[in-house]
Structures are given as C-alpha cells and as structure tokens.
C-alpha cells in the first residue's frame, strides 16, 4: 500500500510531537556490544527446561493466564531474598513496562518526574509517554552523585518522582545506599532506584532492597534482561510495600505476563545459579576493557555494570563507524567525545579491543605511535 500520510498529517499529542522514538540501531553484526545485554546464551540444560515449562503452557494456552502471576512473584521473591514475600513483588514485560505503569499511577498530567542526567535514555521517553514532565537534574563531576547533590536537585526541583538509576546507564557510576537514603528523606513523593545491573556490582554489595524495610514509597526494579541472559523473553520487576502492586494493579492491563512469559521466567528462576553462571566472567572483561582502554590513551569511566562508558574519544562518530566496518557495533549515547561498549565474552572483547586499538591512532589524546614500517 502506498504510504500517504505522515505523522505530521496525524492528530497527534501535543507532549509527543516532535519526539524520536527509543532508537538503538538493531543490526545483524558479528559482534553486538550496544545494548547491554548478556551476550552468553542460555545453557543448555536450562533451555531444555524452559522448553518443557512452555510445552505445558501452551496446553492451557486457550485460557487466560493466571493474572496475579503468582508462582512467578514467588520465584522472584525467593531470588531476591531480603525476607520479602510474593505480597513485595510485582512483574512486567520488562522493567520498561513496570516503570511505565509506575509512571500510570504515581505520575501524569500535572506532576514530574526527576532524573540525574545522563542517564537512561527510557525515562524521558516515559515521562512524555505518560504525559509526566520530565526534568533532567544533574550529577557531580565525573557522574557522581552524592547525597548533598540529590538533596538540593530534590529541594530546587520538588518532583512527584524520583528515578535514581544504580548503576547508572549509560555512565556505569555505582550510586550509594546513603544517597538513596537522603534522597527519600528529602521529598514525600515516590523514589525508585532501578537496578538493572545489581548483579554485575561487586561481590557482597548491599543492594537498595536493604533499604526496603520502613520505607513504603521506595521501590527497587530490576530485570532478568541483563545479568540473566533473558532479554528477550521480556521480564522486569520491583519489589517495594504491598500497597505498590495495589497501585500497580489499577494501571497494567489484565493479564498482561502471558502464559508462555511466565512460564519461561519461572523455569529461568529454577536454575537462576546456572543463568547468573557468567556474571564473573562478565565482570572480568569489563575489569579489563577499563584496564585496557586506558592503555590505549581512552579515559574508561569507573563502573558497577556490564558495560564502559569511555572519553577522549576525539571523533566518536568516526571510531563507532570504523568499528561497524568490522562487524563490531557498540554505542554512540551522544556524550561528546564518550562512546560505550557492553562487555561480552572473552572472544569479542578481545575482537572490540583489538580493533580500537588498530583504529584512529590520531584520534587518541596523548599519545604518539612511530610511523609503522611496511
Ligand atoms: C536495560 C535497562 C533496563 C531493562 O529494561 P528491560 O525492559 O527490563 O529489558 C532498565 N533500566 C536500565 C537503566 C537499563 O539499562
């Protein structure tokens, strides 16, 4: 069919035009280091299991699923730990979707949401989704923020939200539980800290669900799409004060984890040790992009996550498209002279490394290379 109408010619929201959609180019590349996911696939026994869970399910397909996702809250209830019941735990299509309805029901025409730019790329696109205004507060230098910096962002702004991202995306800066915890003193309105890559923090770090305990407007989500290799089977969730899924449940459409969903998450949470089985070596290679990065003369960022954000980089656009040229296609977050790439296996990250490192010898601050001899 031809194409005769654009979206200019389209009654669209007022708080929507003009917006770009959520972008990260999707490319069949050998070596996919843009968006963070686990680049490791699912082990093998664990994938004949989840196939049993989904022949199951796909019996009793012809009925609803099981809107309270029941066992599934129970999985993750037990995962996390921390003392918290199935009653704490809410789940959705990703964590994108649970804090799209947190925005439904805590946000809207009329109140704002605050968040310490840069970070996450989603929340403004949520923000202007729900029609929550969105404001970009700020950080210390080198993406810090510490509790001084969110108490006064809290004070100047007076938000009805406040996403603090932990580690944040795209900087990789850890965020400290006294920071969380100032940050809640210093507004009566809903804080969430989305710790999309929790598990990829050093061994024995105290996670924001620590925090849980006496403070029923603070909510913690995470995602089984990073550390738990399950991107793409859709599933996020939080874990806060029953009355939040109470919330949550106004919002979400009915039975909106399908069957087949909830049955793969469940086999997934059955074995959770054998999915999280490559996070060391995740953290590892991050470790040693950072190490190696700034051999290189690049100024790596310190990070808590599975990826590294990177600067002096002198043209980013140059060094992204050179690397596409062989296969390799990290992320451009739009942070002058920064670029990020995920950690992935060893393979490709020695792949990554070896080819920035044959790359731009120009472009790299502080760094002389002798003309090579032919
Ligand atoms: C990747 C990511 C998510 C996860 O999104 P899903 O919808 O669960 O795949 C959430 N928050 C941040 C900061 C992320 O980087």
Request: aromatic share 6%; glycine share 8%; hydrophobic share 45%.
């Amino acid at each position: 069919m031809e194409r005769v109408t654009s979206l200019e010619d389209l009654p669209l929201r007022t708080n929507l035009q003009g917006r770009s959609p959520y972008g990260a180019p999707q490319l069949h590349v050998p070596v996919a280091l843009n968006v963070n996911e686990n680049t490791h696939a699912v082990p093998e026994a664990v994938a004949r299991d989840i196939l049993a869970g989904l022949a199951e399910a796909i019996r009793s397909v012809n009925r609803y699923p099981d809107r309270e996702f029941t066992a599934l809250r129970e999985a993750l209830a037990r995962y996390l730990g921390e003392g918290l019941t199935a009653d704490n735990i809410w789940a959705a299509n990703g964590s994108n979707e649970v804090l799209q309805q947190v925005l439904q029901a805590f946000g809207g025409p009329g109140r704002s949401l605050l968040g310490f730019a840069p970070t996450y790329s989603m929340y403004s696109i949520l923000a202007s989704g729900t029609d929550t205004t969105w404001i970009a507060g700020t950080r210390d230098a080198d993406y810090e923020l510490s509790p001084a910096t969110a108490v006064s962002e809290i004070v100047r702004t007076d938000p009805d939200i406040v996403f603090l991202c932990s580690p944040n995306n795209p900087t990789g800066t850890p965020l400290s539980l006294e920071t969380i915890a100032a940050a809640y003193d210093a507004t009566d309105g809903i804080v969430v800290v989305d710790e999309a890559y929790a598990e990829f923090a050093p061994v024995g770090t105290p996670s924001a669900l620590t925090l849980l305990p006496g403070r029923e407007r603070l909510l913690v989500s995470r995602t089984m799409s990073k550390a738990f290799a399950f991107a793409g089977a859709r599933v996020g969730y939080l874990a806060a004060d029953p009355a939040v899924a109470d919330a949550l449940r106004l919002v979400r459409l009915p039975y909106h984890l399908s069957a087949l969903t909830q049955a793969a998450a469940n086999a997934a949470l059955a074995h959770s040790a054998e999915m999280l089985a490559m996070v060391d070596d995740i953290r590892g290679q991050r470790d040693r992009l950072v190490v190696e990065l700034a051999c290189l003369g690049y100024a790596p960022h310190r990070s808590w996550s599975n990826f590294v954000l990177f600067g002096g980089v002198t043209e980013p656009r140059e060094t992204f498209e050179a690397l596409l040229g062989e296969g390799i296609l990290i992320r451009d977050v739009g942070i002058a002279n920064h670029l990020r790439v995920t950690a992935g296996t060893e393979q490709e990250t020695t792949l990554f490394l070896d080819a920035i490192a044959r790359l731009g010898r120009s472009d790299r601050p502080g760094q002389t290379v002798p003309a090579q001899a032919e």
